[in-house]
């Protein structure tokens, strides 16, 4: 079994401050571990995707996950907002190796402010 | 061009109609899914395909039908809609890799 926790399901931040959106997971297994963005009106993107090799991984547009075991985490960061960033958020996770079961997250909104 | 197209983008219907959403991709991906977001829900799989000869059942398949016509085509029936199938569904395709490509998304509305 599986699952996914979005800490927050809203979060505000100023242009160029940091983000910082939160995810814990459970899993019975090793799983593999996404980040999703929805901006508005538009389909799913992959921001990022952890799959067992290293534990800091980096995605597209400057944001970045780490894989904490001990923690059950793997939050997204981003050293510096800019508003293009204001989208929907999505952590998901998968069993190893095929990510055909994926089980999301309610989703973070994220909204960036001047 | 979209590797990920669904059609219609917008539906309203009425309870008791058959609607019927469509899927198409040209990525060349063996398995396609349907899934449904409503808010503060995240999304969930509704029924998924590893190829022509292959459907089968999601966490919430009750009340939807699907018919994989081609490789490239995954159709999502409601066959008598009703007012909490309104949702926004997503279509999705993945190949030999770990991702999931999404599409746009089709908002329904069920009166």
């Known amino acids: 079994a599986q699952s996914v926790t979005q800490l927050d399901s809203h979060v505000s931040v100023s242009e160029g401050t940091p983000v910082l959106l939160r995810c814990n997971y459970s899993?019975?297994?090793?799983?593999?571990l996404f980040w999703y963005v929805q901006h508005p009106n538009k389909g799913l993107q992959l921001l990022l995707k952890?799959?067992?090799?290293?534990?800091l991984v980096k995605g597209i547009n400057g944001f970045e996950a780490e894989f904490k075991k001990s923690e059950t985490s793997f939050h997204l960061t981003k050293p510096s907002a800019h508003m293009s960033d204001a989208a929907e958020y999505f952590c998901?996770?998968?069993?190893?190796?095929?990510?055909?079961?994926?089980?999301f997250g309610t989703g973070t909104r994220l909204q960036v402010t001047l | 061009d979209a590797d990920v197209t669904q059609t219609p983008r917008n539906r309203i219907t009425k309870t008791g109609k058959r609607i019927m959403l469509e899927c198409s991709q040209t990525?060349?991906?063996?398995?396609m899914y349907w899934y449904r977001q409503d808010p503060g829900l995240g999304l969930r799989l509704i029924y998924y395909?590893?190829?022509?000869?292959?459907?089968n059942k999601g966490e919430i398949s009750d009340g939807y039908s699907v018919s994989r016509q081609a490789q490239a085509k995954f159709s999502l029936s409601l066959e008598s809609a009703i007012p909490n199938q309104t949702a926004l569904y997503f279509c999705?395709?993945?190949?030999?890799?770990?991702?999931?490509?999404f599409g746009p998304g089709t908002r329904l509305t069920v009166l």
């Open positions: 395909s590893f190829d022509v000869k292959d459907i």
């Open positions: 998901v996770v998968s069993p190893p190796g095929t990510a055909s079961k994926l089980t």
């Open positions: 990525k060349g991906h063996d398995r």
């Open positions: 999705a395709t993945q190949g030999s890799t770990d991702t999931q490509y």
């Open positions: 952890y799959t067992s090799a290293a534990t």
């Open positions: 899993s019975s297994y090793s799983p593999s």
